[in-house]
């Protein structure tokens, strides 16, 4: 899952992206309305974690702005993270389109459960992933193959969920960079094809991702 953290304190950003990254999550973080203007103009996030209080400009603008400018892709998911703990506060961030609303200062246990809890409220498809004989459970963060528990890592995890989201298309290395890694990936990288040569030996034989000459790689249904 791909997610947009928008929050100006240059202590806290960070220490949230890294949290999250460790969670399997691929997180871009930008510190002003104009950063996150430019990411949401050019890419997809399934959640987007927004502070209110910015230094160009109001997040609670920006949240409804994301349903009206056509320039800007909504994000699929919206929690808002703030420390203004108003009632009404609240309330306008919700009629404004977030999906939920954390106040500062929480903890990052209580964070990482409303993402969760978020992606469950996803859509159905979502929720449970079958393809084949996998079978991916996102918020409960586990998989399987014909009944047997696969043991993945983050990255493996986030890999195979994004295959999963996409069965018989033919995914390159830059979709993969792109929707399971994070702006910070280096396009040269060879973590795409460690990742994915992990991925196989733990999904076992027959092989269900399968090579596309000098295209990519796809995962079929066995």
């Known amino acids: 899952m791909r997610i947009l953290l928008v929050e100006d304190d240059r202590d806290l950003g960070p220490v949230i992206a890294l949290g999250l990254r460790n969670e399997a999550y691929a997180v871009d973080l930008a510190a002003s309305v104009a950063e996150a203007e430019e990411l949401l103009c050019a890419n997809d996030f399934d959640v987007a974690c927004l502070d209110l209080g910015l230094p160009d400009g ?8 994301l349903g009206s400018d056509p320039h800007l892709r909504r994000p699929r998911r919206v929690l808002v993270l703030t420390a203004r703990d108003a009632v009404d506060d609240r309330v306008a ?3 404004s389109g977030a999906d939920d609303y954390l106040v500062k200062p929480f903890s990052f246990a209580e964070l990482a459960a409303r ?3 978020l992606a469950r409220r996803a859509d159905v498809r979502d929720a449970v992933l079958e393809v084949g004989d996998l079978r991916l459970d996102a918020a409960a963060h586990r998989a399987w193959r014909g009944g047997t528990a696969l043991e993945l890592t983050a990255r493996e995890f986030s890999m195979l969920r994004y295959f999963m989201h996409h ?6 290395t830059e979709d993969l960079l792109e929707h399971v890694w994070d ?9 795409v094809r460690v990742i994915l040569s992990r ?12 090579t596309v000459t000098g295209v990519g790689y796809r995962l079929e249904a066995r």
């Open 199 to 210: 991925l196989r030996r733990k999904l076992g034989e027959p092989g269900p991702i399968a």
């Open 183 to 191: 702006a910070q990936a280096d396009p040269f990288t060879a973590s």
């Open 58 to 65: 109001d997040g609670l603008e920006l949240l409804r702005r």
């Open 93 to 95: 961030g919700l009629d």
């Open 115 to 117: 993402l969760r809890a």
């Open 167 to 172: 069965p018989g298309e033919t995914l390159s």
